[in-house]
Structure formats: structure tokens, C-alpha cells
């Protein structure tokens, strides 16, 4: 269920509303005995794409149409993999929510927390736009997805006169696979049932997708919201113009410990989800860059649709990776700001608790590899371009 912390802060406040609201429509979270939605949603779309093209094939030898159901693939794997990762970290999403109310319900308690509260309820809105910007897009994309194979499809079945079985007429796939026997490419009838059934599958690859998307690019970004709330209470201390007490550096040390607590928290739900995207991401633009330079047809608009996806999501990563990072430090500098060289040994203890911390590597990381940020971008970009040279020179000799 929704934690309870979440519920009792006001409605601008509350954290990933939209994303709990849609987690709780697939059952993963809310009312108990509605995970079977998932279950459903998850089996059908394995049933109907990724099964196929890993045991039946991609129902071609032709290299251009198995670099293109290769790119699908690795696509779609990572989507359906993440949103299972997902699923085995529900306690640390729940906790990780529960904490952070708990940390905006600290910083939003007092008289003088104004400066805190419009940061969070300005985060809160362009977080929950961005996540029905997301959803709206995901809501046109599979019919969109299918409107070029099956238009193709419509003009050579009706511009020509061999449209009544002919074996030279091949209808257009929106992804390249093979159906449990049927011959989608060729019979008039199994090619519109083939649709039917595959739309349903994109639609339900789409819900999923604006739930890993938008849930785990809020966690980072709630994340490097915490430090900065942090940094507002300790700039507080300077100029606030008040005395400054052991209860109030202590109320900031609790505080930042929360915060280092949630990037662990967060660290749990995306690091396997990230190192599988920044992977798939070098696989799947190697793959694209080489289909594009060999072929140019409708075809390529369905390629760069997970082309697209991937690069604005792994450059969601990275981007707010490194906000993260810069969020955590600027709590260091806004201590070293402090006079906290003349206070008391008492207070240098509590200052020093949190510079230590805030001198430490803040950020997630992809399983560990790496720290995730904008320059780990580029070097995806750097691979991927690497390997397409060297897919294209093995290809032409």
C-alpha cells in the first residue's frame, strides 16, 4: 500500500503520486490481491513478442532484418527485465517513498521552512507534468508504432493486382518475428490478427515503460532534492539570524543521514536497471547505426523509435547522476561556508560528522562499474560508434 507517512502530508507535497497511483492500476502496489494484473500484463507481452522472436526467430535470413529484430529485442528484453527488477524491489520502493515523507515532513514542520516548502512542491510539479507528458506520448506511440508497416501493407495488397494471395505480396511487420506458425508476412488474415495482438502487447510494453521511466528518474531526482534541502538548513544557520544550538546542527546531521540513507535505498532500486540500460543502449545504437547506413525505407522510422527511447532515457540518467553528485557536494561547501572553525568542540563534532560525509563519492552507480553521470554519456556514445566501425568493416570484406 501507499505508505502511510505519504498520505498524511498535504497533496502538494506528497511525493510520486502519479507514479504509485499507476503502480497501483497493475496491482504492484495498493489493495492486496491485485498483483495477478501484473502478472497478466507481464505474460501477455512475453507471450506475444519476445518468446517468438528469441525461440521461433525473426522470420528471415536477411542480415538487415535480423540486425533490425535484433535491436527489438534488446530492446524490449531490457523493458521487461527492469519492470521484474522493479517488482523484487517493492519493500525498497516503498521504504524509499516512506523516507522521503518523513524528510519532507521534517523540513516542512517549523515557521521558517518556506524556502524548503516551495522547493518540494516546485519539484513535485515539474516531476508529475513531465510523468503525464510521458504518459501521453506512451498513449499515441504503439498506434503510431504500427501506422507505417500497416499503411505500406494497404498500398501493396490494394495497388496491385497480385493482392489476392499472390506469393510475391509480403505485408510490412511493425517488428520483425516469427507468430507461432502463422504466416503473418503472406496471408491477408493472419497479418491482421498478428496487429491486433501485437498492439496489445505495445500497449502494455508502454504502461510499463512510463512506470520504469518515470519511477526511477523521480527517485534519482527526489534524491538530489534531499541534499538540497539540506543545504537550506545550513545556510539557515548563517543567515538566519537566530543562535545556533546543538539541536539545531543535530536536527541537520539526522537529517543528512536520512538523505545518504535514501541514495542507498535508491542505489538498491537502479543500479541493475541502469547497468542494463547503458548496456543495451551501446548494443542497440550500434545495431541502428549500422541498419541506417544500409538501408532506407519506412523501416527506419519504427528503428529509431527505440533508437530515440533509449538515448533520452539513458541521457535521463545520466543527467540527473550527475545532479545527484553536485547536489551531495554542494552540502560540504555550504558547511565550509560556516565560521564552524571558531565554534566549540561540541559543534565542530556535529560539522565535522557531515563533512565527512559530504567528502565521500555521492552518486549511484551501474552495479558498482561506475559512478553514473553526463560523461559517462558520452563514452556510451564513444562505444557505440566504436563498434558499428568495426561491425561495418567486418560486413564489407
Known amino acids: ?22 503502480m497501483e492500476l497493475t496491482g504492484l502496489v495498493g489493495p492486496q490481491g491485485r498483483f495477478h494484473r501484473f502478472l497478466l500484463a507481464f505474460g501477455w507481452g512475453t507471450f506475444i513478442i519476445i518468446f517468438p522472436k528469441i525461440v521461433l526467430g525473426m522470420g528471415s535470413n536477411e542480415f538487415d532484418v535480423i540486425i533490425k529484430g535484433l ?54 510539479s515539474k516531476l508529475n507534468k513531465f510523468s503525464k507528458f510521458y504518459f501521453t506520448y506512451c498513449c499515441f506511440g504503439p498506434f503510431i508504432y504500427c501506422i507505417p508497416a500497416l499503411g505500406t501493407s494497404y498500398v501493396r495488397y490494394f495497388g496491385t493486382t497480385v ?21 503473418i508476412r503472406t496471408n491477408f488474415v493472419h497479418y491482421h490478427l498478428f496487429m491486433v495482438l501485437s498492439l496489445t502487447a505495445y500497449c502494455i510494453c508502454s504502461y510499463l515503460s512510463v512506470i520504469k521511466v518515470t519511477s ?18 545550513v545556510r539557515r544557520l548563517q543567515h538566519g539570524g537566530q543562535e545556533v544550538t546543538i539541536s539545531s546542527i543535530d536536527e541537520i546531521v539526522k537529517l543528512h543521514r536520512k538523505a545518504f540513507e535514501l541514495t542507498g535505498l ?23 547505426m549500422f541498419y541506417v547506413s544500409t538501408n532506407v525505407n519506412l523501416n527506419l522510422f519504427n528503428v529509431m523509435v527505440p533508437f ?46 557531515i563533512i565527512q560525509r559530504a567528502q565521500c563519492a555521492t552518486g549511484i552507480t551501474a552495479v558498482k562499474f561506475f559512478l553514473v553521470g553526463i560523461d559517462k554519456f558520452g563514452r556510451v556514445i564513444q562505444m557505440s560508434y566504436s563498434y558499428y566501425l568495426v561491425l561495418r568493416d567486418v560486413f564489407s570484406k
Open 1 to 22: 500500500m501507499e505508505p502511510t507517512r505519504n498520505r498524511s502530508l498535504p497533496p502538494e507535497l506528497q511525493v510520486m503520486r502519479f507514479q504509485l497511483r499507476m
Open 216 to 233: 526511477l528518474l523521480s527517485a534519482i531526482r527526489y534524491n538530489s532534492l534531499t541534499y538540497r534541502l539540506v543545504a537550506i538548513r
Open 71 to 124: 535491436s527489438e529485442l534488446l530492446f524490449q528484453v531490457n523493458l521487461y527485465a527492469s519492470a521484474a527488477l522493479l517488482v523484487l524491489k517493492l519493500p525498497s520502493f516503498k521504504r524509499m517513498v516512506q523516507l522521503l515523507s518523513e524528510i519532507i515532513q521534517q523540513v516542512t514542520d517549523d515557521d521558517e521552512s518556506k524556502d524548503c516548502y516551495d522547493q518540494i512542491r516546485e519539484q513535485n
Open 163 to 183: 493482392g489476392n494471395g499472390s506469393k510475391l505480396l509480403q505485408f510490412e511487420l511493425a517488428m520483425e518475428q516469427e507468430f507461432y506458425g502463422l504466416k
Open 266 to 288: 535508491v542505489e538498491e532500486i537502479v543500479n541493475v536497471p541502469l547497468a542494463m540500460q547503458f548496456m543495451t543502449c551501446i548494443l542497440v545504437w550500434c545495431l541502428v
Open 308 to 353: 530515440g527511447l533509449s538515448m533520452i532515457e539513458t541521457y535521463g540518467y545520466a543527467y540527473l547522476g550527475s545532479e545527484l553528485t553536485a547536489e551531495a557536494q554542494a552540502v560540504g561547501q555550504a558547511i565550509y561556508e560556516l565560521s564552524w572553525y571558531e565554534a566549540s568542540a561540541a559543534f565542530q563534532r556535529y560539522y565535522r560528522l
